[in-house]
């Protein structure tokens, strides 16, 4: 891991602190979380959206300290210890949050069988298509690449908002596909500075959409200043970043 990961912003900033402060006494449930991770900001939306107490411990994934290896053995945020049982990955605690904490409204995954199944689906697009897109469309330095990687992430982006109900996924409803996916809408300044993307430019309404996704007040709650973030981006920009994630893009592996 290179030294500049190694030395990212310490701790949240803007409105994200301010939650990060209100997390600080002991709790069942323990948030092993990295401020700057869109990954861990799924499970952070779905802790402040449900209401679920949590204690929140700031962690530099890319430390890889022995603590934390042995919460998650693949050093990556976010992860969680729940009555001292540790798990990991940010969408597998989404839905965890659902099970250990039934009786707390409201759910992000609806009760009924097919519509549970339907929003799975499409938070399987958002992983599968989504993320990996913005990912390359971030890391690739060659213009035409950059180009092409574009022409595909708007493409799968046209896919979803075609399904959009509004003013969420489901209609008035906030679901586990807005949580899946705003992380990203909230980062989409990087491909918008870097790589010519628009949100006008995708259609189907996803420029509304997105405008839904970024003011909810969970999403908000859960970001810093941007300065900070567009300090860890620069490496992305510049196919430098030496994350699980980044080496697997420039793979062309899943992750
Ligand atoms: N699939 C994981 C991805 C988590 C992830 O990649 N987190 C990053 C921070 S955004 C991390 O911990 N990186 C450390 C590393 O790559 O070594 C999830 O959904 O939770």
Same mark, same amino acid.
């Not at 839905?95 to 039934?102: K, Q, S, V």
């Not at 979803?160 to 705003?182: H, I, M, Q, T, W």
């Given at each position: 891991?290179?030294?500049?990961? /190694?030395?990212?912003?310490?701790?949240?900033?803007?409105?994200?602190?301010?939650?990060?402060?209100?997390?600080?006494?002991?709790?069942?449930?323990?948030?092993?979380?990295?401020?700057?991770? !869109?990954?861990?900001?799924?499970?952070?939306?779905? +802790?402040?959206?449900? &209401? %679920?107490?949590?204690?929140?411990?700031?962690?530099?994934?890319?430390?890889?300290?022995?603590?934390? +290896?042995?919460?998650?053995?693949?050093?990556?945020?976010?992860?969680? =210890?729940?009555?001292?049982?540790? +798990?990991?990955?940010?969408?597998?605690?989404?839905?965890?949050? =659902?099970?250990?904490?039934?009786?707390?409204?409201?759910?992000?995954?609806?009760?009924?069988?097919?519509?549970?199944?339907?929003?799975?689906?499409?938070?399987?697009?958002?992983?599968? /298509?989504?993320?990996?897109?913005?990912?390359?469309?971030?890391?690739?330095?060659? !213009?035409?690449?950059?180009?092409?990687?574009?022409?595909?992430?708007?493409?799968? +982006?046209?896919?979803?908002?075609?399904?959009?109900?509004?003013?969420?996924?489901?209609?008035?409803?906030?679901?586990?596909?807005?949580?899946?996916?705003?992380?990203?809408?909230?980062?989409?300044?990087? %491909?918008?500075?870097?790589?010519?993307?628009?949100?006008?430019?995708?259609?189907?309404?996803?420029?509304?959409?997105?405008?839904?996704?970024?003011?909810?007040?969970?999403?908000?709650?859960?970001?810093?200043?941007?300065?900070?973030?567009?300090? %860890?981006?620069?490496?992305?920009?510049?196919? =430098?970043?030496?994350?699980?994630?980044?080496?697997?893009?420039?793979? &062309?592996? !899943?992750?």
């Amino acid at each position: 891991m290179s030294a500049a990961e /190694q030395k990212i912003h310490p701790h949240a900033t803007g409105l994200a602190a301010k939650t990060v402060e209100a997390h600080q006494e002991p709790q069942d449930l323990v948030f092993y979380s990295g401020w700057f991770c !869109p990954y861990v900001q799924r499970t952070w939306i779905t +802790l402040e959206e449900r &209401g %679920i107490p949590y204690q929140y411990v700031e962690v530099n994934p890319y430390k890889k300290e022995k603590h934390f +290896l042995a919460i998650n053995p693949k050093g990556l945020v976010p992860a969680i =210890e729940y009555k001292g049982k540790a +798990l990991y990955e940010s969408l597998i605690l989404c839905e965890f949050l =659902e099970d250990a904490y039934p009786d707390q409204s409201p759910h992000v995954l609806p009760e009924d069988p097919f519509e549970r199944a339907y929003v799975r689906l499409w938070v399987d697009h958002v992983a599968k /298509q989504i993320v990996p897109g913005f990912m390359r469309t971030v890391q690739a330095q060659d !213009p035409e690449k950059q180009r092409e990687y574009l022409v595909e992430f708007n493409k799968a +982006l046209l896919t979803l908002a075609e399904k959009v109900k509004g003013p969420y996924f489901l209609g008035d409803r906030f679901s586990l596909v807005d949580v899946a996916l705003a992380p990203w809408v909230v980062r989409d300044y990087i %491909i918008k500075e870097h790589r010519g993307y628009s949100r006008e430019a995708v259609g189907g309404g996803w420029k509304e959409y997105a405008e839904q996704l970024e003011s909810r007040e969970s999403v908000r709650k859960t970001q810093s200043d941007r300065e900070h973030y567009t300090e %860890i981006y620069a490496r992305y920009l510049k196919d =430098e970043a030496q994350s699980e994630a980044a080496k697997a893009i420039r793979a &062309g592996r !899943p992750f």
